[in-house]
């Protein structure tokens, strides 16, 4: 008898057993995903109100279930959007409203229900956010050890959530691809549970929900607009729709649009040069951190489903994502980080060229809230130049005066000069930039990290100092 749930090589189509237990083909070095018998898909049905756990059937058996009452999040009319837009018909799937306020809280409920299942009592994970900070509050829940892996570059937000749920950070190298290299290492080392996305097939399972949300939402979707970092997200939200296909709940899915951002694009520009695989990029530079990501593993697939979805690939700036992050919020009542903003900033140019029709109905995939990251936080609160100088410094130039006027300081003086209207976390974000910017220098003594104004920092200060008398 055929198993009803295979793990198949999407490279070589190779078929391993469901407990394989790699994340990769052993064959070809291509990704492996699960893979449901035709036939059992064409008799499951879906029982319980519309959250996560409403599709187990279509998931691989867990035993115990970890829940934090993820799923069933709202699809949501944007007509004043739609229409600064030039679109008749948008909708904003709306992940924010997780437990965690992101899409990931779906893989980290199945990923951790999986390894409480196993008896696993320590979980290890390579995250740049969202993620780990999903798999952080579900470990908490189900009383597992956390191992977070992150690069240097991290959104305090989320660093903030993956400290409140106790998890041990482990600091890896300057990009995501160096904390995957480390995490494996340390899945090797220690025999913890490997819950990073690119190593765990259960993480498309969790992610393909989504499509199976929409189409039971009732939304006739012309175009699904998704952004684009590792490429795992539109490769799972078709996955889902293939399945749909199948069980005869949709007849024809909607066309996928990835996003991608100008400073790190390296499936976009594939698609548009007309390739198999991914740009090679050395290094990206946007500020949208969620999608930086320079060798996106799941970057073939993703081409394959842009290809087959009938769809296209197109890029947008950092200024443009945290333009249309201020005018969802403004006009929605929808708060999105920059990587989510991207699925709307990318709209109207895209009506203008005619690419999408305005009477389609396009649905953007908002996956995570704005209040986990930094960029629009800034751009929302950053003063327009007035008279008066002084007496409205900008915080980066109230907190160097501080260094100026003691000498020597740390950071926790600084954030009690300050007033303490802030959190210590953002007073040393400043501090981190005003250090790259040469303007101060840190030295470690003892416990604590002492921090001094350079000369060039010195030299702001004086040409400040000039300023506020000429006005």
């Known amino acids: 008898m055929k198993p009803r749930l295979s793990l198949v090589c999407s490279r070589c189509g190779y078929v391993f057993q469901a407990d394989h237990g790699k994340p990769s083909c052993e064959k070809c070095g291509g990704q492996l995903e699960y893979v449901f018998d035709e036939e059992y898909l064409k008799k499951v049905e879906l029982v319980g109100e519309l959250r996560f756990w409403r599709y187990r059937p279509i998931m691989p058996p867990v035993q115990k279930v970890v829940s934090l009452g993820e799923g069933g999040t709202p699809i949501q009319g944007s007509q004043r959007l739609a229409e600064s837009l030039g679109l008749s018909n948008l909708r904003l799937k709306d992940e924010t409203r997780n437990p965690t306020s992101s899409f990931k809280d779906r893989s980290a409920a199945l990923l951790v229900s999986d390894a409480l299942s196993k008896g696993f009592d320590s979980i290890v994970c390579a995250t740049d956010g969202n993620h780990g900070a999903s798999v952080a509050a579900y470990t908490a829940k189900a009383d597992i050890s956390c191992h977070l892996v992150v690069p240097k570059s991290m959104d305090l937000g989320k660093l903030a959530q993956m400290m409140a ?51 039971e939402q009732g939304v006739a979707t012309d175009w699904l607009v998704v952004a684009m970092g590792s490429g795992v997200t539109i490769h799972s939200l078709w996955k889902g729709y293939r399945e749909l296909k199948v069980m005869g709940l949709v007849e024809e899915p909607p066309r996928l649009i990835g996003v991608q951002a100008v400073g790190c694009p390296p499936i976009a520009q594939a ?10 990029i050395v290094k990206g530079t946007t500020e949208a951190l969620a999608i930086n990501v320079a060798e996106p593993l799941f970057g073939e697939l993703a081409l394959r489903v842009l290809h087959e979805s009938g769809g296209f690939a197109v890029t947008v700036t950092d200024e443009e994502m945290i333009k249309a992050g201020g005018e969802i919020a403004k006009l929605e009542g929808i708060f999105p980080e920059p990587a989510s903003a991207s699925t709307v900033a990318c709209l109207k140019s895209l009506v203008e060229a005619g690419k999408i029709d305005k009477r389609d109905c396009v649905v ?25 100088l002084g007496s409205k410094l900008s915080t980066k130039e109230k907190i160097l005066r501080i260094i100026f006027t003691s000498g020597k300081t740390y950071g926790y003086e600084i954030w009690k000069g300050m007033g303490q209207d802030m959190t210590i976390g953002a007073i040393y974000q400043h501090l981190a930039d005003l250090e790259g910017r040469g303007l101060i220098s840190s030295i470690a003594q003892g416990k604590r990290r002492y921090i001094e104004i350079t000369e060039k920092g010195r030299r702001v200060m004086s040409a400040l100092d000039d300023l506020q008398v000429l006005l």
């Open 364 to 388: 953007s995939l908002i996956t995570s809230s704005g209040l986990k990251t930094d960029d629009i936080l800034k751009s929302l609160t950053r003063r327009t130049k007035t008279p008066g």
């Open 165 to 215: 749920y106790n998890a041990d950070i482990i600091e890896a190298g300057e990009t995501v691809e160096e904390a995957v290299k480390r995490a494996k290492n340390l899945e090797q080392e220690k025999g913890w549970y490997q819950a990073t996305t690119e190593l765990n097939p259960l993480s498309i399972e969790g992610l393909k929900t989504i499509s199976y949300e929409l189409v």
């Open 271 to 280: 698609f548009e040069q007309g390739l198999e695989e991914p740009v090679k």
